[in-house]
């Protein structure tokens, strides 16, 4: 297992104390590093997917304002 030194204000630290105090702080730690991973990942992921979907936007051709008309009012009773 690794030891990590990160320095954080003392009010954080003070406070994550008392919150925490009869609770296991390395493990506690870990876990927040794991879910800041997964979210860091997600976040990633996200912008990926949304350039993907601005670049096949992109080469798609518009549609004439009557092709879109017909087609919304294809669909109502």
Not at 53 to 77: E, H, N, V
């Amino acid at each position: 297992m690794a030891t990590v030194n990160y320095s954080v204000p003392d009010e954080i630290k003070e406070r994550f104390n008392q919150v925490f105090a009869h609770e296991n702080k390395s493990h506690l730690i870990a876990e927040l590093m794991k879910q800041a991973i997964t979210e860091k990942e997600r976040q990633a992921r996200r912008v990926q997917v949304v350039d993907a979907l601005l670049k096949l936007q992109a080469q798609q051709k518009p549609l004439p304002t009557k092709a879109i008309k017909i087609a919304r009012q294809k669909g109502r009773p």
